[in-house]
T-cell receptor, first 115, second 111 residues
């Protein structure tokens, strides 16, 4: 089984709808992240969470919210979806290690189309 | 964050070595050089990282210039499965969590 799973893998929605993307991990990591990727571009950080009670905005958080329900679960919500939120969304995890650099482990992605 | 520059695309033949360059002329003394790759229809995966010395692991080698202003990811024998976008990323030791992705290099491997 995959260490980082995302549901759904594909989603089509309409403008104005609220949707939630879910991420679960079995790696036991404290830190979780949400990124979006637009065609031909690199990934951009939306939100990140260092533990259940520590949630932070990334570089493009407007229009998004998150919920860290447990150490293993981190959900991304689009309160009112708009077409320019059409993108590929990735969840990632990392294990905090003082004094050492962390490796991030990514899920398979959720492809979202907002009509 | 210090910026990296990579070629948009490169091409290689199967079973030949591939050298993927990355320029980072404004690198600071506390920046580590990381490489991730993204296979088609997958999330990125870690490849290798280094600070000053050359590094080897089971996936690749990382050659770092003496002045640290450039580095090269080396795939010793490319396979079709190595076709991916390769990202060169600088990570400051003080921002342990942060990964800033550029556009990367699209590597095509010909059979």
């Amino acid at each position: 089984d995959a260490d980082v799973t995302q549901t759904p893998r594909n989603r089509i929605t309409k403008t104005g709808k609220r949707i939630m993307l879910e991420c679960s991990q079995t790696k036991g990591h404290d830190r979780m992240y949400w990124y979006r990727q637009d065609p031909g571009l690199g990934l951009r950080l939306i939100y990140y969470s260092f533990d259940v009670k520590d949630i932070n905005k990334g570089e493009i958080s407007d229009g998004y919210s998150v919920s860290r329900q447990a150490q293993a679960k981190f959900s991304l919500s689009l309160e009112s979806a708009i077409p320019n939120q059409t993108a590929l969304y990735f969840c990632a995890t990392s294990d905090y290690g003082r004094g050492r650099l962390e490796t991030q482990y990514f899920g398979p992605g959720t492809r979202l189309l907002v009509l | 964050d210090a910026k990296t520059t990579q070629p948009n695309s490169m091409e290689s033949n199967e079973e030949e070595p591939v050298h993927l360059p990355c320029n980072h002329s404004t690198i600071s003394g506390t920046d580590y050089i990381h490489w991730y790759r993204q296979l088609p229809s997958q999330g990125p995966e870690y490849v290798i990282h280094g600070l000053t010395s050359n590094v080897n692991n089971r996936m690749a080698s990382l050659a770092i210039a003496e002045d640290r202003k450039s580095s090269t990811l080396i795939l010793h024998r490319a396979t079709l499965r190595d076709a991916a976008v390769y990202y060169c990323i600088l990570r400051d030791r003080g921002s342990n969590y942060k990964l800033t992705f550029g556009k990367g290099t699209l590597l095509t491997v010909n059979p």
